[in-house]
């Protein structure tokens, strides 16, 4: 498994920016987008999932270096 780094953010109803950037084992960059952004979605409201669809959800998704993600394992 590699881990990637996805950066997910929309634009809600009061033109601020909601953000999460979460980490994410998967076995390839389209399976970590699509676990980052299902559990993303999961986590909305009715009225969140709305602004999302309406004014569009930016992704960003880069793979994090085999030696960082071992580092940070085993800080944890």
Do not use: C, W
Not at 19 to 37: F, H, M, R
């Amino acid at each position: 498994m590699k881990t990637f780094q996805v950066s997910l953010r929309y634009q809600d109803r009061t033109n601020s920016f909601e953000e999460s950037i979460v980490k994410v084992d998967a076995s390839s960059l389209p399976g970590a987008v699509a676990k980052a952004t299902r559990d993303f979605v999961k986590a909305l409201d009715r009225k969140q999932r709305f602004d999302m669809n309406k004014n569009g959800l930016e992704i960003k998704a880069v793979h994090v270096a085999e030696g960082e993600a071992a580092k940070e394992a085993s800080a944890s």
